[in-house]
């Protein structure tokens, strides 16, 4: 299987930007997503990169990915209160045709 | 709203009890998962189904079993479960069976909270 790591916990101050990091083992990984997790939710899909890209923009959210290294990030700008939750890293291993998740970073944002 | 429902959203039972999740997807996808969530745990793959048909079960116990009907609905019927069966039970669906392909990106449905006394 693959190993996803995340460390479990990051506080960050309102308007700072939070950096919430995710390393993988399987080096077939094919597309790699962030997914956050509110308090009573489900998972929503923030964004994904494929293994071929370097870093991807989206507004607030900027990803970058380290293949070498196989570390994935998740930067997010102007960190707001609406922004505390849990974020997931999850690594689509082709081998095993399956999507394999980290245990998860609860971001907290203090006023 | 990501387009999944599941119900119920909580759900408290002894362990001799009988139950099931639903879970609904409105997207028109054509694969569907379980997934078990458990506090400081990696999200576990139980089951996964394409086109109504399981492709996969990640070595899960008898006591869970599942049932597609149709692509639009998944359901896990639970029966005689243990206290450590207590979790998040998330649902989630994708376009196809996950290929690598952005496109197959699973949209996850809010969860059924499960507490087994």
């Known amino acids: 299987g693959e190993d996803v790591e995340q460390s479990l916990f990051l506080s960050v101050r309102e308007g700072d930007s939070s950096v919430i990091n995710c390393t993988y083992t399987?080096?077939?990984?094919?597309?790699l997503y962030w997914y956050k997790q509110e308090p009573g939710a489900g998972l929503q899909l923030l964004t994904y990169?494929?293994?071929?890209?370097d870093m991807k923009q989206d507004q607030r959210l900027t990803v970058l990915l380290n293949k070498k290294d196989k570390h994935l990030s998740l930067r997010i700008a102007d960190t707001q209160t609406g922004d505390s939750a849990i974020y997931f890293c999850a690594v689509y291993q082709t081998g095993a045709n399956n999507l394999f998740f980290g245990t998860g970073t609860r971001l907290t944002v203090i006023p | 709203e990501t387009g999944v429902t599941q119900t119920p959203r909580h759900l408290v039972m002894g362990m001799t009890n009988k139950k099931s999740l639903k879970c609904e997807q409105h997207?028109?996808?054509?694969?569907m998962y379980w997934y078990k969530q458990s506090a400081k745990k990696p999200l576990e793959l139980m089951f996964v189904y394409s086109l109504e048909e399981r492709v996969e079960n990640n070595s899960v116990p008898s006591r869970f079993s599942p049932e597609c009907p149709n692509s639009s609905h998944l359901f896990l019927h639970l029966h005689t479960l243990q206290p450590e069966d207590s979790a998040l039970y998330l649902c989630?669906?994708?376009?196809?069976?996950?290929?690598?392909?952005?496109?197959?990106?699973?949209?996850f449905g809010p969860g059924t909270r499960l507490t087994v006394l």
């Open positions: 997207l028109g996808h054509n694969a």
């Open positions: 990169i494929f293994s071929n890209m």
């Open positions: 989630a669906s994708s376009q196809d069976l996950a290929g690598g392909r952005g496109t197959d990106t699973q949209y």
């Open positions: 399987d080096s077939s990984s094919t597309y």
